[in-house]
C-alpha cells in the first residue's frame, strides 16, 4: 500500500538520521582518535596498493623474461641459419630459419601482453608514489586539525561561559536561573501584596492622617500662647499674625497702666 511504504521511507529516514546524528556525536568526542585511525587507513590502503603494484610488477617481471627469451632464440636461430650457409648447408640454414620463425611468432604473440603488463606496473608505481605522498599530508594535516579542534574547543567553552550558556551546569548559566528565580519570587510576593491591599478604605485612612495634622498643628498654637504668656526680656510680646488686632479700649487701658508706674 502507498501509505505504509511512504510511512515506512520516513520511519527509515528517521533511523537514519538518528543513527547519522549519534555517529556525529562519538565522532566528535573522539575526534583526534578518528582522525589518527583515518591517516591509519589511509596507510593500510597504501599497503593493499603496494601489495597491487608488487603483483602486477611480477606478473610484468614474468612475461618480460619470458619475451626476451624468445627475443633471444629468435636471435639466435638467425645466427645459426648464417653459420649453416658460410658452411654450404641450405638445408640446415632453413631449418634454423624455421625455428626462428616459430619463436618470432612467440614474441609478436607476447609483446601486446608484455606491454600492457609494462604499463599497468608504471601506472601503479605512480599511485603508490602519491598515495605516500597523500599519506605524508594527512599525517601534518591530522596534527594540524587536532590542534585546530582543541582550540576552536577551548575557545567555544571561553564563548559559552562569557554568554551564560552551554552545558547545564555551566556555572554561569546556573546564577542567572537563580537571579531569575529571585525575581519571579519578588513579583510574585508584590503580586500578593496588591492583592491585599485591595478594598481598603482610602478616604478613611485620609480622614485619619489629617487627624493626626490638626494635632501637630493645635500643639504649635499652644507652643505660641505659653512663649506669648511668657515673652522675652527686653522684647515686646509674641503676638501671632493669625490673633486679630487688639482694641482700643484695651490699647487705652494699657497706656494708663504703663503710666501709674512711670
Not at 587507513?41 to 627469451?69: G, H, P
Not at 641459419?81 to 631449418?95: M, R
Not at 510574585?188 to 492583592?195: E, M, P, R
Request: hydrophobic fraction near 40%; charged fraction near 30%.
Amino acid at each position: 500500500m502507498p501509505f505504509l511504504s511512504d510511512f515506512f521511507a520516513r520511519l527509515g529516514r528517521v533511523a537514519r538520521g538518528q543513527a547519522n546524528q549519534g555517529v556525529d556525536v562519538i565522532e566528535d568526542a573522539t575526534f583526534e582518535a578518528t582522525v589518527r585511525q583515518t591517516v591509519a587507513d589511509m596507510k593500510s590502503e597504501l599497503n593493499n596498493v603496494v601489495r597491487a603494484s608488487a603483483a602486477a610488477m611480477s606478473n610484468y617481471n614474468r612475461l618480460d623474461a619470458e619475451y626476451q627469451k624468445y627475443v633471444k632464440q629468435s636471435q639466435e636461430w638467425k645466427d645459426r641459419a648464417g653459420l649453416a650457409l658460410d658452411a654450404g648447408n641450405e638445408q640446415l640454414a632453413k631449418a634454423a630459419l624455421g625455428r626462428k620463425g616459430e619463436c618470432d611468432k612467440q614474441v609478436a604473440s607476447m609483446q601486446q601482453a608484455v606491454a600492457a603488463a609494462q604499463q599497468a606496473s608504471e601506472k601503479l608505481k605512480g599511485q603508490v608514489g602519491e598515495l605516500k605522498r597523500k599519506i605524508d599530508e594527512g599525517e601534518r594535516t591530522a596534527t594540524t586539525l587536532v590542534a585546530r579542534k582543541n582550540a576552536a574547543a577551548a575557545q567555544r567553552k571561553v564563548a559559552e561561559a562569557m554568554a551564560g550558556v552551554g552545558s547545564a551546569d555551566n556555572a554561569f548559566a546556573a546564577l542567572n536561573r537563580f537571579e531569575e528565580s529571585v525575581s519571579k519570587e519578588e513579583a510574585t510576593a508584590k503580586a500578593f501584596d496588591d492583592l491585599a491591599s485591595t478594598g481598603k478604605d482610602d478616604d478613611l485612612e485620609k480622614q485619619f492622617a489629617a487627624l493626626g495634622g490638626h494635632s501637630v498643628d493645635a500643639e504649635l498654637e499652644a507652643l505660641k500662647r505659653e512663649r506669648q504668656a511668657k515673652g522675652a526680656p527686653g522684647q515686646a510680646p509674641y503676638i501671632p499674625k493669625e490673633l486679630p488686632a487688639a482694641s482700643p479700649a484695651i490699647s487705652s487701658g494699657q497706656q494708663v497702666g504703663e503710666k501709674a508706674k512711670a
